[in-house]
């Protein structure tokens, strides 16, 4: 597999190798569906508002507690991809090992089962590991000027990013048990994947902006 088919950067330095580089890692079930698509539209609303600024800097994978080794994406999560001009090609799923846990600055999951699996796994993961809703939810609460600018370097903000949400987790919940949830749209018709992938667009969108201190042009 292609270190390049996995995220921006073409290396793959531990986390604690590579203080210049943040590694986000991206989990759902068997990482053809959710986890696929938020991976890369990550990786392409990051390239779209930085361009060759993040490819040094910030990793983008993702992989599944049940993951389908070597699969291809389902079609229409790709369908799905193509939709907001994100690139599907040369993806393989793959099932989450300790090591990817232990190699990611900031995990984000599709449920609060994935959250719970992945801590689980120990690797002090608690505090640097939510769903993508959660991290959603708390990064709209961080002022962005607390944060190092960019000129510090992504990875520097990225780590504070990280560092406060998990200071206000205990403090702003979730308004509902359903709030932090990604539902799987595995073996749903292609309607579905497109409100799942609207959802986790919409979801990205303030963590993108956040980590990169630029905002989506319309």
């Known amino acids: 597999m292609s270190p ?5 950067a073409t290396g793959r330095l531990p986390a604690e190798a590579g203080g ?27 390239s779209h508002r930085l361009g060759g600024l993040v490819a040094g800097e910030l990793i983008v994978e993702s992989a599944g507690t049940w993951g389908h080794e070597g699969a291809p994406m389902e079609a229409n999560a790709a369908a799905v991809l193509a939709d907001f001009g994100a690139d599907a090609s040369g993806f393989t799923g793959r099932e989450l090992l300790d090591e990817h846990v232990i190699r990611a600055d900031l995990v984000l999951t599709a449920t609060r089962d994935h959250r719970a699996q992945v ?5 002090s993961a608690g505090l640097r590991t939510f769903t993508l809703k959660e991290f959603t939810r708390l990064v709209r609460a961080i002022d962005p000027a607390t944060l190092p600018p960019l000129d510090d370097g992504m ?16 403090w702003l919940l979730a308004p509902s048990a359903d709030a932090d949830e990604v539902y799987d749209p595995y073996g749903a018709p292609i309607t579905f994947f497109r409100s799942i992938g609207d ?20």
Request: aromatic share 2%; hydrophobic share 40%.
């Open 4 to 8: 390049q088919g996995r995220g921006i």
């Open 20 to 46: 210049d580089r943040f590694r986000i890692l991206h989990v759902s079930t068997g990482n053809v569906c959710r986890s696929p698509i938020t991976e890369r539209l990550t990786r392409h609303a990051l």
């Open 119 to 123: 801590i689980s796994m120990g690797h």
């Open 155 to 170: 990875a520097e903000r990225a780590r504070a990013l990280v560092r406060a949400a998990a200071a206000l987790r205990g």
């Open 199 to 218: 959802e986790i667009n919409q979801a990205l969108d303030p963590v993108v902006t956040a980590l990169t201190g630029v905002t989506a042009s319309r």
